[in-house]
C-alpha cells in the first residue's frame, strides 16, 4: 500500500514537470505575480492534468481485457516514451519567437493546459493495469500539478528559467524508472 502511494506521488510529481516547466516561463513574462492569475493557473494546468489520466484510464479499462497478457509493456513503454520525451525537449533549444504572452484568460491558458496535459493522457491509460486507486491517482495529480504550477509563476518571476531544465529531466527520469520498476516486477525479478 505505502509503495503504491509513493508510486502515485512520484507519478503525479514527474507529471507535473511540464505544467511547472511552462509555469516558470509564464513567470517570466509577468512583472508581478497576481494571486488571481496564481490560482487561475494552478486551475488550469491542475484541472486538466486530473482531466487527461482519468479519460486515458477510462480508455485503457475498455480495452483492458485484451491486453491484460502484455500490460506490464503497455506501461513500460508508455512511461519509458514519456519520460524520455521530457529528457529530450529539457534539451532542445528555446524558440525565442515562441516567448509566451503574460495573459491568463481562457483563449492563452487552455492551449497550454491541453498541451501539458497530453502525456498525463498517456499516464491514465498506465494507470489501468497498475494496482492503483485511480481517484486518489487523478486527485493527486491534479493537486500536485495545481501547486507546482502556481509555485511555478512565483519561481519563473523570481529566479528565472534556471530551474526548469534540471525539474524537467528529474521528472523524465522518474517516469522511466516507474516504468522500468513496473517491468522488472512483472517479469520477476524483483519484488515490491
Not at 482519468?54 to 516514451?81: N, P, Q, R
Not at 486527485?139 to 501547486?147: K, R
Amino acid at each position: 500500500m505505502i509503495s503504491i502511494i509513493i508510486q502515485t506521488l512520484l507519478i503525479s510529481v514527474s507529471v507535473a514537470m511540464d505544467a511547472f516547466a511552462v509555469s516558470i516561463g509564464k513567470g517570466l513574462t509577468v512583472s508581478k505575480v497576481r494571486t488571481r492569475d496564481a490560482i487561475k493557473t494552478a486551475l488550469w494546468f491542475g484541472g486538466f492534468q486530473a482531466l487527461f489520466p482519468l479519460l486515458g484510464y477510462f480508455a485503457a479499462s475498455a480495452f483492458s481485457s485484451y491486453v491484460t497478457e502484455f500490460d506490464h509493456w503497455i506501461i513500460f513503454g508508455l512511461l519509458a516514451f514519456i519520460g524520455g520525451n521530457m529528457v529530450h525537449e529539457a534539451f532542445e533549444e528555446p524558440d525565442e519567437n515562441a516567448r509566451e504572452t503574460p495573459q491568463f484568460d481562457w483563449k492563452h491558458m487552455l492551449p497550454l493546459a491541453v498541451a501539458c496535459s497530453i502525456d498525463a493522457f498517456a499516464v491514465g491509460v498506465s494507470l489501468a493495469f497498475m494496482q492503483s486507486n485511480v481517484v486518489f491517482a487523478v486527485t493527486c495529480i491534479g493537486v500536485v500539478t495545481g501547486l507546482f504550477s502556481a509555485a511555478g509563476l512565483y519561481i519563473g518571476r523570481v529566479f528565472g528559467s534556471r530551474w526548469q531544465q534540471p525539474s524537467q529531466i528529474a521528472g523524465g527520469v522518474v517516469l522511466i524508472l516507474i516504468g522500468v520498476k513496473v517491468l522488472l516486477e512483472h517479469l520477476g525479478i524483483i519484488a515490491f
